[in-house]
């Protein structure tokens, strides 16, 4: 044994009790149930953001990080998804037992989302503006005139030119960069103390790629809202990140502090993660990936579902399903192996 | 917009005068004599064969014919019947009627084709669905003149709850069942059609924003799914009104009402040729320009498409 503690206790705390924290997912499960069988999406995530904090969560497509994105809004589609267990707290209130009308009300207002393809996620036939200032007509009851003008202003928030002019314009007279602003204008519209983010970057090119994550962040501190950042960049994630929680195959295996993570990953999928980033040093030498692919959800292997990949993988990998331990301050790893790893030079 | 709009103005002139060509030939060709029957039991006699001849300028060339009639057309004059009665005062008469007809036929398809895809395409697979994918599958299937002969038995003669044919006076009341008959084709495919699309639409993602907004499910559905979904569907009813507008020989003929279909068939029977060619005209130009309103419609409907 080393020196580092390792309790029995999961890092967010399993325990259902209220913590005073903002927005807590608590051993969720989902699952989708298809003819061809039931493929477990999501198997225990446990992760919190509080408010003016961001969390990033990081994985490959498939992972389950927009699935349980979806399962927090309420807007995944049932069914054929099926939320099996778990609790989605709310300031301490589980949103995933209250009625359709008050899970309504929390979306826009409590929690809001901005997704990934904002050319489709936009509706074509109205306008920009309509569909901005319809929240606050629809959900603070103002009048036609007001709300357009608060559209207006929340057009100019993201840094719109000509807010103005730009209201009455439909989504595919945007650019794409542009059509994320109007998308994070349209989901802060209501002033929401959590914000998640499903990939917002990654159908734009590299510069608008940071002025986007830019203005995400500025917005985030001014508000001081939670930001839940989903995304596969790693690259994005370390500017703006305060605490990146990695997920494979619908768990979450490593959450820590940004600086730890990138310092001293405590699982081999974060290592190999964190590997496989290009490095302009290596030029000219082959890329470093992670072999083989993630398992099929309908058919997880026992013990680690990460093991048929992992490169120090042991005979206990394919018996025993490692839990999510605290392996240090603020930092959890589920890993059979994860104090050699922090503990490694 | 303008210019759009010129350039299809300007293409309605060829195809115009084609499908006018096209139809005069038709008729021209048409084996028989036209006045065969004319004079009671014995042949006409020759003088009056030779005056009508003469009048209407059978002797000569179909071009010559075409012309002619393409001239008096211009300046409004649709000719006559072999009886003199003007051709205009026949389509003046009978095509208000269609017109009713097809307003009647078309705000039914519309309402309860629309009504039936919007419910079954939110909800597959239920009770409902499985009711409107039958019942929608017997307008289809079977012809129109078996569905009006069947509802007038069944409303008019059995059950008495209309009168079986429609009075002179083309009351709203009466035009219901000639309408639902006339527009149940329609109605199935119009329920079809919107049923797919609100199915399809209804996973798309902005719908799901809408959702993810916090707006109400009517909202959701009534303003941001509908909208989408109605592209299609207005497209088709555009479609149907134009051929609506064409007026109903079936259903006419078993309603007994004055339409411009019976008109059709009539003068086809009687072989009144230029009343055919003139009736004809007058439908295809209001075909032609229906479909011209339903792509200004698909503009207004979906601000993508933008004619230049």
Known sequence: ?345 | MGRYLLRRLLQLIPVFIGTTFLIYWLVWSVPGDPFAGKCGERACPDAYVNMMTEKFKLDQSIWVQYGNYMQNLFQGDFGSTFGGRPIGDIIATSYPNTLKLAMVALIIEAVIGLTAGVLTGLRRNGFLDNLVLVSTLFLLALPIFVIGFVLQWLFGVQWGIVKPTVSNEMRISELILPGFVLGSASMAYIARVARTSIAENRRADYVRTAIAKGLPMRRVVGVHLLRNSLIPVVTLLGTDLGALMGGAIVTEGIFQINGIGRQVFRAIVTKESATVVSIVVVLVLVYLLMNLLVDLLYAALDPRIRYE
Not at chain 1, 14 to 42: M, W
Not at chain 1, 64 to 84: C, F
Not at chain 1, 317 to 340: I, N, T
Request: charged share 25%; glycine share 8%.
């Open chain 1, 1 to 345: 044994m080393s020196d580092i503690l390792v309790s029995e206790q999961s890092a967010a705390g399993t325990s259902g009790r209220p913590s005073g924290r903002l927005l807590e997912v608590d051993d969720l499960r989902v699952e989708f149930r298809t003819r061809d069988g039931v493929a477990k999406v999501i198997n225990g995530v446990t992760y919190h953001v509080d408010a003016g904090e961001t969390l990033a969560v990081l994985g490959e497509s498939g992972s389950g990080k927009s699935v349980t994105a979806q399962t927090i809004m309420g807007i995944l589609d049932m069914p054929p998804g099926h939320v099996s267990g778990g609790q989605v707290r709310f300031h301490g209130k589980d949103i995933l037992k209250m009625s359709a009308e008050e899970r309504r009300r929390i979306r826009g207002e409590g929690i809001a989302m901005i997704f990934q393809d904002s050319l489709s996620a936009l509706n074509p036939v109205f306008t920009v503006g309509f569909q901005i200032a319809e929240q606050f007509r629809v959900r603070r009851g103002m009048s036609r005139s007001d709300a357009k003008k608060r559209a207006i202003e929340m057009l100019d928030q993201v840094k719109i030119p000509n807010a103005k002019g730009r209201f009455s314009n439909y989504p595919h007279q945007f650019s794409g960069g542009m059509r994320q602003r109007a998308m994070i204008a349209m989901s802060l519209a209501l002033d929401p103390e959590v914000l998640i983010a499903d990939e917002p970057t990654t159908a734009l090119d590299v510069t608008v790629q940071a002025q986007i994550m830019d203005l995400l962040g500025e917005l985030q501190r001014e508000r001081r809202m939670g930001l839940i950042l989903i995304t596969h960049d790693l690259g994005v994630v370390a500017d703006v990140a305060d605490r990146i929680a990695v997920m494979y195959a619908g768990r979450i295996v490593e959450e820590a502090d940004v600086y730890d993570l990138y310092a001293k990953p405590a699982h081999p999928y974060t290592l190999g993660l964190l590997n496989s980033i290009p490095r302009l040093d290596e030029k000219g030498q082959e890329l470093r990936t992670i072999k083989g692919l993630p398992p099929n959800l309908m058919n997880i292997p026992p013990g680690c579902p990460f093991n048929p990949r992992c490169p120090m993988a042991q005979p206990v990998c394919r018996e025993k399903v490692p839990p999510l331990l605290q392996v240090g301050v603020g930092r959890a790893s589920a890993c059979h192996f994860a104090e050699e790893l922090v503990n490694r030079d």
